[in-house]
């Protein structure tokens, strides 16, 4: 046991900032922004003041393991101590991925849980930071909730710290700070152990020891490689070196851990064999800096995420955990509707939400769905409260498992039973706020004389700003993205990211269903053409952001 001398505790003060304005998924800043004197304090007093069930409380704790993990565990678990919090349940080193904790919330009842990720942004001293709040169910905060952080952050005046030194934080056992216990836990095995009772490891293991069978983890040198080292390897049976870029560093490797076919190139090249090795994995997937997204890929074949979130739903019996059947499946507004054609299909509702997880989650504890996806690589279920990229790719193996047959042709078989939905995503990063909200302003300005005009052959038949009526707790959600949809069902959509740190980035979706089999074989960017024109005419891209092509297309 290690104890740490209790001393009085004299709170600090402190002056408000003005820009601790959560985004689509916390607080995320460049690391020298968090770095500034008090910037961090402020904000977890005003997390801790907007609880209050705090006293007495246990609270999750563990980040991404990016530059400045370590510095803001301890200063958090000080703050914990004498904000009085009875427990914390921290991660060895102060890792855990997003998914692991909000299990770790749910299993043992916590109050809530703080993450230190900005997710799949670069980390390094240059790079960016975030800390994120998760309430009771193991999902994000909601609004209401980030609202009122914000609020209280705004007209702070002082907080509570212990002026001890911080613990050790890679030794698992328990530790006592003033008068909080902390308990230092290993990051992956309750994880692990979720998942070995979802799925049917023994199937999925005698897939991955068949040597007709093999696979590529690209980790991204961020949190999910001793996950996936562990789970795919150890307990699995992959051969190992599976799992590449498997240390996490604090840095990524200096890499954007972002799986698309853009940032995650060592993982892209062996799928579609660059190299000219001769040979291709049968089965590749990468996840982000913290563990919660995922990209799927065959040989020689990408799946998008509207896709995977369909396929998964579409199989979902083949899954112990879901052989009953699925309730509902929820996707992002901007997400294609793949899995709206699955969903009835299945007789069963999909719901639209506005991007975010968190605004799944009244819809998973309502048990209205089971399963939920966002085109930005996400596909969960509800068995956590966030999404979960490793989940995805068990999910993944147990349907090819069962299927014994490969991605392409699971997809194609797909697309020739519901339909093929043609979708694509443009983003223009880095752009200079100013003209990216003139951009949004002088759409939305044009919105009412839309419908009923042609545009290449297709009719507008809705223009709108996305409004959200959330069914179980009735809250609405404005200006949740600019939809132009047409007669066809068609779609473009635009919407300003709420994760970026530097300037804006505007995300332009484009969707198209085809339903006949003979026009499935287009390659995307082709068989969107048209729409990519319109959306570019109708917002005055080049107009606004003198950009003539996007940063990242996927
Ligand atoms: C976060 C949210 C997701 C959202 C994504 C993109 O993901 O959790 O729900 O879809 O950001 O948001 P935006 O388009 O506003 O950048 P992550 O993986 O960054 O936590």
Redesign the pocket.
């Known amino acids: 046991m290690y104890y740490s001398k209790p001393i009085k505790i004299q709170p600090v003060k402190t002056q408000a900032f003005t820009d601790q304005k959560p985004?689509?998924?916390g607080l995320r800043k460049k690391v020298t922004t968090f770095k500034q004197t008090d910037y961090l304090q402020n904000f977890v007093q005003s997390i801790f003041n907007c609880l209050p069930k705090l006293r007495g409380s246990t609270l999750i704790l563990g980040g991404d393991g990016r530059f400045y993990n370590r510095e803001a565990i301890q200063i958090i678990l000080r703050m914990a101590a004498v904000n009085g919090v009875a427990k914390v349940i921290l991660g060895q080193g102060g890792i855990f991925s997003t998914p692991a904790v909000s299990h770790l919330i749910r299993k043992h009842k916590a109050l809530g849980g703080i993450i230190l990720s900005a997710?799949?942004n670069p980390g390094g001293m240059d790079g960016d930071f975030g800390i994120k709040y998760n309430i009771s169910n193991g999902g994000?905060a909601p609004e209401e909730f980030t609202n009122a952080v914000f609020e209280e952050s705004k007209k702070i005046k002082e907080y509570n710290i212990a002026g001890v030194k911080g613990i050790p934080l890679d030794l698992i056992g328990s530790y006592t700070l003033e008068r909080m216990q902390i308990e230092i836990i290993d990051s992956v095995d309750d994880y692990a152990e979720l998942m070995s009772q979802l799925f049917d490891f023994d199937k999925i293991s005698k897939l991955l020891k068949s040597p007709d069978f093999s696979i590529c983890f690209d980790a991204m040198y961020a949190v999910t490689g001793p996950y996936a080292k562990k789970i795919l390897e150890q307990m699995l049976g992959a051969e190992e070196g599976s799992v590449i870029r498997g240390e996490s560093l604090p840095n990524f490797g200096g890499g954007h851990p972002d799986p698309n076919l853009v940032h995650a190139k060592q993982l892209v090249a062996r799928m579609y064999d660059t190299n000219e090795t001769g040979s291709t994995p049968n089965f590749g997937a990468a996840s982000?800096g913290d563990g919660?997204?995922n990209m799927i890929m065959g040989d020689y074949f990408f799946v998008t995420p509207s896709d995977s979130l369909a396929v998964i739903a579409a199989n979902a019996k083949l899954i112990p955990a879901y052989k009953d059947g699925i309730k509902g499946i929820g996707r992002?507004m901007p997400t294609s509707q793949a899995s709206d054609k699955v969903a009835k299909k299945l007789g069963i509702p999909c719901y639209e939400t506005p991007?975010?997880?968190k605004f799944f989650g009244n819809l998973l504890d309502d048990k209205r769905i089971t399963m939920c996806g966002?085109e930005?690589f996400?596909t969960g279920s509800d068995h956590v409260r966030e999404?979960d990229g490793l989940w995805a790719v068990l999910a993944w193996l147990n349907i090819l498992a069962e299927r014994e047959q490969s991605v392409e042709d699971i997809l194609r078989q797909h697309w020739s039973e519901y339909g093929r939905n043609y979708y694509t995503r443009h983003d223009y990063e880095n752009i200079p706020s100013e003209s990216a909200n003139q951009l949004i302003d002088n759409l939305q300005s044009n919105l009412d004389s839309l419908a009923g005009r042609v545009f290449n052959n297709r009719t507008v038949t809705i223009a709108d700003n996305f409004t959200y009526h959330d069914p179980v707790d009735d809250s609405i959600s404005e200006n949740q993205g600019i939809r132009i949809i047409f007669d066809d069902d068609a779609r473009i959509i635009f919407r300003l990211?709420?994760?970026?740190t530097g300037g804006a980035?505007l995300?332009l979706y484009i969707e198209r269903y085809v339903e006949d089999i003979k026009q499935h074989d287009l390659e995307t960017q082709e068989a969107l053409y048209d729409l990519i024109e319109t959306a570019e005419l109708l917002a005055n891209i080049i107009g606004f952001t003198g950009r003539d092509e996007p940063t990242v297309i996927t």
């Open positions: 985004g689509t998924s997710s799949h994000p982000d919660d997204r992002s991007t975010g997880w966002e930005s996400g999404k990211s709420g994760t970026g980035t995300r």
